[in-house]
Nanobody, 123 residues
Framework: VQLVEAGGGLVQAGGSLRLSCAVSGWTFSRGIMGWFRQAPGKEREFVAGIGWTSGVTYYSDSVKGRFTISRDTAKNTVDLQMSTLRPEDTAVYYC?????????????????WGQGTQVTVSS
């Protein structure tokens, strides 16, 4: 499984940005696609997840109501629409995947990772 992120960049506080993850080699009938982020000096943290088959979504409290995760099973992509961005959203954002629906919020439960894309929010 290969995951390739795109769409990071620099944006002012209050602005929006859309990240996209291209998925290849995914042969599992179910699983979770997730977005994580890691700021300098901090641990990688869960941001959002979506069931590949079910479409059920999961969000961390810090982004709920501001970020929206979606997937397109025909195009094999997972997107993260980020709105009302804050300086504290600045981080490297990673796309991740796992082939079961357990432990959605746990970083260690994911088997596949992208290389990450930088998001910088200026104040």
């Amino acid at each position: 499984v290969q995951l390739v992120e795109a769409g990071g960049g620099l944006v002012q506080a209050g602005g929006s940005l859309r990240l996209s993850c291209a998925v290849s080699g995914w042969t599992f009938s179910r699983g979770i696609m997730g977005w994580f982020r890691q700021a300098p000096g901090k641990e990688r943290e869960f941001v959002a997840g979506i069931g590949w088959t079910s479409g059920v979504t999961y969000y961390s409290d810090s982004v709920k109501g501001r970020f929206t995760i979606s997937r397109d099973t025909a195009k094999n992509t997972v997107d993260l629409q980020m709105s009302t961005l804050r300086p504290e959203d600045t981080a490297v954002y990673y796309c991740a995947a796992k082939n079961n629906v357990r432990s959605v919020y746990s970083r260690g439960a994911y088997d596949f990772w992208g290389q990450g894309t930088q998001v910088t929010v200026s104040s």
